[in-house]
């Protein structure tokens, strides 16, 4: 009996810092994060592309050990934010991807299927894609705000500037 206590308690002790070593890892990545993220806003509008990358393998690797935290969904969206802003299209489409597969049910989901769009119709040019996505959004999500903007995308993704601009005067 003694010996079960004995082993119990030791069992309590080896967990409780195994639990307070992840959360120190976890809090020196989330420093990490907040510390570049204040750096490159410091150096708008003229941010080190290196430190972008940096940011973003950080907000992935967040992501990808704490799966289940609720800044993870949060974090890889800002990952696609921050590869379009280096310029590495596909990369910011496979960080969208992830946040829809991973979390299917996430209220940034919309927004990441809309993002893709853009990101294949603003610097990809590719409109077939960029529509099938605004299209999902449309049969998706019909109660979304970002419902009209999609509609509005399509109606607009064959159009030149000076057709857009009319009908912007218009409404």
């Given at each position: ?74 974090f890889i969206y800002k990952a696609a934010e921050a590869a379009v802003n ?10 969208l991807d992830l946040l829809i597969n991973q979390y299917p049910q996430h ?18 040019n590719n409109k077939e894609e960029a529509e099938r996505h605004y299209k ?36």
């Open positions: 009996m003694i010996m079960k206590k004995y082993i119990f308690s030791i069992s309590i002790i080896i967990l409780a810092l195994l639990t307070s070593q992840c959360t120190q890892s976890k809090n020196k990545i989330l420093e990490k994060i907040n510390n570049l993220e204040n750096e490159i806003n410091a150096s708008f509008p003229n941010p080190n592309p290196l430190k972008i990358k940096e940011l973003h393998k950080l907000y992935i690797e967040y992501a990808n050990k704490y799966n289940e935290d609720t800044l993870s969904p949060h280096i310029q590495e299209y596909d990369k910011a489409i496979d960080d209220k940034l989901v919309p927004y990441a299927i809309f993002f893709k769009g853009f990101i294949y119709e603003t610097f990809l999902t959004i449309i049969a998706k999500y019909k109660e979304h705000p970002l419902t009209k903007q999609a509609a509005f995308a399509i109606e607009s993704l064959w159009m030149n500037d000076q057709e857009i601009a009319k009908i912007l005067e218009i409404e």
